[in-house]
């Protein structure tokens, strides 16, 4: 009988690939502690903070003004849509509404997705299913499209789970925000885009730092050699 259905793994195992970069991170957040007793963490947990984009008045000044709101929202339908218009497929820079405002749309991530100037006027204030009326196939892969979600972001997103919880055990304060967060907070303070720049503009404290005075640090993970408990000549036999 089978019997590779018969292993059980830990709740939140995470593949060794994955596993690797909490450790590093970790490792070294252990090291940086010993010599300067950081008294906070601030990490990037997710590209787009979508809670937020769906319901903006949760909490943060910025958001309740829409500057970042609006950024975010922006930076978001253009990855999601390729920065391509979702009815014709041209290169696309406008939020468009699929039901409009004046009839009732809301400014809900839900609603909205990328369009070109020429389409955004051409449907002007109908619905999305009246303007594609004609045009059943696009309409269609627009409605399964916004059902979509980013996937690819699932792997990375365990990952940064387990490290926010790992460095909570620290005891100093963890804050976490998104990278179209980061991203307005760089541009805010006039930084050029680099790495450790952006680590600089993390979260909420990331709103006013100086980095100009600051040198990174940069680490560099190496391998430890190979798993193997043998090893084998040429011809595969161990030696
Ligand atoms: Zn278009």
């Known amino acids: 009988p089978a019997r590779f259905l018969n292993r059980t793994r830990q709740a939140g195992w995470l593949p060794p690939s994955l596993m690797h970069r ?62 391509l218009c979702a009815y014709c497929g041209k290169e696309g820079r406008e939020v468009e509404h699929l039901t409009p405002r004046s009839r009732g749309g809301t400014n809900r991530i839900s609603n909205l997705v990328l369009s070109c100037q020429a389409c955004n006027e051409a449907k002007g204030s109908r619905s999305v299913d009246e303007f594609l009326a004609k045009r059943p196939a696009v309409l269609k892969r627009i409605q399964a499209q916004q059902r979509a979600s980013l996937h690819d972001a699932a792997a990375v997103n365990a990952t940064k789970t387990w490290l926010v919880r790992e460095l909570r055990r620290f005891g100093s304060p963890v804050e976490t925000g998104s990278g179209a967060q980061t991203a307005f907070n760089r541009a805010q303070q006039g930084y050029d885009k680099a790495h450790w720049t952006d680590a600089a503009c993390v979260g909420d404290s990331g709103a006013a730092v100086a980095v100009h005075p600051l040198q990174p640090l940069l680490i560099k993970s190496m391998g430890r050699g190979n798993r193997q408990m043998c090893g084998t000549d040429r011809y595969g036999f161990p030696a």
């Open 22 to 83: 909490v450790l590093t991170t970790l490792s070294w957040a252990r090291k940086i502690d010993r010599f300067t007793m950081m008294d906070s963490f601030s990490l990037e947990l997710v590209n787009f903070d979508t809670q937020k984009m769906e319901t903006p008045d949760i909490r943060g000044v910025e958001y309740q003004k829409g500057t970042l709101l609006g950024t975010e929202i922006r930076a978001y339908l253009l990855n999601k849509w390729d920065g």
